[in-house]
Nanobody, 116 residues
Framework: QVQLVESGGGTVQAGGSLRLSCAASSTIIVFMSMGWYHQAPGKQRELVARMRSCFTTNYADSVKGRFTISRDDVKNTVYLQMNNRKPEDTADYYC??????????WGEGTQVNVSS
């Protein structure tokens, strides 16, 4: 089972930028998709951005034009570039990898705070 480790979280002022990284313990090219999810206190975990093996992407409406998901298959790492941060982006951010057999692998998450 692949291990996913998120990093890059922290506190940023509104309007600022932050890049999250999700490092996998093995190659990521075998996964059907990899994505980023966030969970704010008292709320359900929601999709932020997803990239399929064919490199097509999906974004939540709330982050379109501000966030970009990318991947480096050599480093086995998926990134989430977050620009123009808003206070409502404050949440724990999780990385998820889905195999072709629909098996889900989650990281432990990284916390992001956006101060106004």
């Amino acid at each position: 089972q692949v291990q996913l480790v998120e990093s890059g979280g922290g506190t940023v002022q509104a309007g600022g930028s932050l890049r999250l990284s999700c490092a996998a313990s093995s190659t990521i090219i075998v996964f059907m998709s990899m994505g980023w999810y966030h969970q704010a206190p008292g709320k359900q975990r929601e999709l932020v951005a997803r990239m399929r093996s064919c490199f097509t992407t999906n974004y939540a409406d709330s982050v379109k034009g501000r966030f970009t998901i990318s991947r480096d298959d050599v480093k086995n790492t998926v990134y989430l570039q977050m620009n123009n941060r808003k206070p409502e982006d404050t949440a724990d951010y999780y990385c998820k990898a889905i195999s072709w057999s629909d098996r889900e692998n989650w990281g432990e998450g990284t916390q992001v705070n956006v101060s106004s």
